[in-house]
């Protein structure tokens, strides 16, 4: 980053941040107070008891936040893995001549194999469904344990040896092996959130079809993050039913402990990971004063329960943790100055490639830009007159030029009969045209003409019906969205889907260039994938923003942190669907110098734009569609004369002595007269936005 841009960052934080040593040493002292304090108090097995209560209900909550707060992903049956550790511990002491406390790992196990087998099933719902799906998941347990009588007891239970140590020691064993397990938990939780696994999660909850078309294998990433909710769950449930010395159905598979997790959470913060810790110790000493005043009856609990919950949500929807944490922000950025996009010098004094001619340019001067009415030429512009690469029907013709041909490069992207409806609309109708390798291709047409739709097949956004398409003369139709990135394709959206909630940092760190286990334990916010991407922040000009909320960015900073987030896919091949749309005229100029040196570091774009004067200025050759079909593709400069594609674009004969406007002057002056012809001053092409 720049020291400009660290100044700026700086400013903006309130030029103070807490020590990196605070957190530490809190969290320690924290845990010695709570290891220590029992031993002055061995005789009060009550507070022991509401202190393993209130961890219990921190290992729940914190696994509860991993698959419901990190992936988004309701559910109101996780208290069913504590029925199902305590039923294991509980079965396997009956035949077991093993300490219960040594059988707990096993309801670990146990817990995970049911959240895979569940999860298989459940992680194809998504909403109302899902969160439906776990509580008759909890029920089914439930009534299992009621009706497998010589396996569960049944109604009448499980009795479970009681414990052989000293009375002196009162309830301490179950007291530190719950604290152990809340520490395991919250560090569980705080691992994940630092790893590319929770990036991932973070990603589905705020946007999965965005995820997958970033390489985010999106149902191994729930399946993994609900496995892994469960695991300490199953092991807390057998400590849990070894304290209680007797488990039954009903006990242990009880809704309201569902409801108790779900509200700690959400009481403290959900997505956090202090949140729920919050939560717990916040909730379990209320449940113990409603047990004294409205005693154990279940219409009273899920009253008080039920009115905290709605109450929580209409007066304090994110939580305790994230609303203090947004005052104090807000309170530290009172008076700074707000960061700047910082647009590096080198955009402007890269060598340019070789132009037509064979000569090299010169390196453009320091901070020099092209003047909006005399657009930079692209590399290997045809003079006009050349003629245009056409397709009425199903192949395209090949262009004769009167120069001398380039040296003709593979195509990179292919497409060939693409074809999708959508009810009895025709969005593509055998579109058919190549990308070739090191080129920015322009793909231009009027309103409705499939250019997005087209994006979305490639992608895999959405599901083809007819045609091929090809990336490096593979056949990539059939693949998986997020299967597609890995390959070296990557793809922007008209409008930005960045993870709104997720600062600009998390970002740019969450796309998945390749599959692992290993990789998903990495450092998602730390280490060197944090590096990179601070590194692409800083290329596109938004090094002193990573710690910003990306939801914060005006439009144009957000187009720029999307193309960052692509370009840490590593990709060959980057479709950008209206870079300029709803960008300040000022960016313009930045996205195009950013756009020519990716291209002369390898990287081929395939550019869907309205702004036409952009288009002529930054893409050869530009691809024109209509109705779904590919009806001309060539130089920009023949393009713009096209009779047809004026004739698609303006609308009656498309006489040969027009042609679409250059630039931003002629777009006020001479306006063509079309269907949704304007003059814009800002050099929008004449024709509406694609939707």
């Known amino acids: 980053m720049s020291r400009a841009g660290a100044v700026a960052a700086e400013r903006a934080a309130g030029g103070s941040r807490v020590p990196a040593w605070v957190r530490p040493a809190a969290v320690t002292a924290g845990v010695l107070v709570l290891a220590l304090g029992p031993l002055a108090i061995v005789d009060n097995l009550y507070i022991q008891t509401v202190a393993i209560l ?13 698959i419901s707060g990190f992936a988004g992903y309701v559910s109101l049956g996780q208290s069913a893995f504590i029925g199902v550790g ?11 001549e093993v300490s219960p406390f040594l059988l707990a790992p096993l309801g670990g196990v146990a817990a995970a194999v049911l959240a895979a087998i569940l999860g298989l099933v459940a992680m194809r719902a998504r909403g109302h469904a899902f969160v439906i799906i776990t509580i008759a998941f ?10 497998l009588r010589s396996v569960t007891g049944g109604s009448a239970g499980i009795t479970l040896p009681l414990p052989t140590w000293s009375r002196d020691l009162g309830e301490l064993p179950f007291y530190y092996a719950m604290l152990a397990l809340a520490v395991l938990s919250v560090a569980l939780a705080a691992w994940v959130r630092r790893s590319k696994l929770g990036a991932g999660l973070l990603a589905i909850r705020e946007d999965e079809g965005k995820a997958a078309a970033i390489g985010i294998r999106t149902p191994a990433y729930k399946l993994i993050g609900f496995v892994v909710s469960a695991v300490l769950i199953g092991i807390a449930g057998g400590i849990d039913g070894y304290f209680l010395t007797f488990i039954d159905p009903r006990g242990m598979f009880d809704i309201l402990i569902s409801v108790q997790i779900v509200l700690a959470a959400l009481l403290g913060g959900r997505g956090t990971v202090w949140g729920p810790v919050l939560g717990a110790f916040l909730l379990q000493p209320l449940s113990e004063v409603v047990n004294n005043y409205f005693g154990t009856q279940l219409g009273a609990r899920l009253l008080v329960f039920g009115g905290l919950l709605a109450l929580v949500v209409v007066i304090m929807p994110s939580g305790i943790v994230p609303t203090v944490r947004n005052a104090v922000r807000q309170w530290r950025e009172r008076g700074s100055t707000v960061p700047f996009i910082e647009q590096p010098v080198r955009l402007a004094t890269v060598p340019a490639a070789p132009a037509a001619n064979g000569h090299a340019e010169a390196p453009a001067e320091p901070g020099a830009r092209a003047a909006p009415d005399e657009p ?13 690469v ?16 380039e040296p003709e490069r593979a195509p990179i992207l292919e497409i060939q009969g693409l074809s999708k409806r959508f009810g009895g609309l025709t969005a593509l109708d055998g579109c058919t045209f190549s990308v070739r390798e090191g080129t920015i291709t322009g793909l231009i047409g009027p309103n409705g003409s499939g250019k997005t739709t087209v994006f979305n097949l490639v992608s895999g956004t959405i599901p083809g019906a007819g045609g091929e398409v090809r990336f490096s003369s593979r056949r990539i139709d059939q693949l998986r969205s997020w299967e597609r990135p890995a390959l ?3 793809r922007t959206f008209q409008i930005t889907r960045l993870f709104k909630q997720l600062t600009v940092l998390e970002n740019v760190v969450a796309p998945l260039s390749h599959f692992s286990l290993r990789h998903l334990a990495s450092g998602g916010t730390s280490g060197a994938e944090a590096a990179r991407a601070r590194e692409l922040l800083d290329l596109v000009g938004l090094g002193s923003f990573g710690d910003r909320t ?3 960015l005006s439009f144009g900073q957000q187009k720029l942190v999307e193309l960052a987030q692509v370009l840490m896919l590593e990709p060959r091949l980057i479709l950008l669907d209206e870079p300029a749309g709803g960008v300040n005229p000022s960016l313009i100029q930045h996205l195009a110098d950013l756009i020519r040196q990716l291209n002369r570091e390898g990287i081929s774009f395939l550019v869907v734009e309205h702004n036409m004067p952009l288009v002529l200025e930054l893409c050869d050759p530009v691809v024109v569609l209509a109705a779904g079909r590919t009806i001309a593709q060539g130089p920009p400069e023949a393009i713009q004369r096209d009779p047809e594609v004026l004739g698609a674009y303006l609308g009656g004969d498309g006489s040969a002595t027009e042609r679409l406007p250059r630039g931003p002057a002629e777009l006020q002056e001479d306006a063509p007269a079309g269907p949704r012809g304007t003059g814009n001053p800002k050099g929008d092409a004449p024709v509406g936005r694609e939707r």
């Open 488 to 490: 070296g394709i990557g």
């Open 550 to 552: 990306a939801g914060t």
């Open 138 to 147: 909890l029920f089914l347990m439930q009534t299992l344990a009621l009706n």
């Open 86 to 96: 305590a039923y294991t511990v509980g079965i396997l002491s009956k035949h077991l």
């Open 376 to 388: 930079a030429e692209p590399v290997g512009t045809a003079p006009p007159g050349e003629s245009v």
């Open 390 to 405: 056409r397709a009425p029907a199903s192949a395209v013709r090949v262009s004769e030029a009167d120069r001398e041909p």
């Open 54 to 66: 209130t961890f219990l209900l921190v290992v729940s909550s914190s696994g509860w936040n991993i």
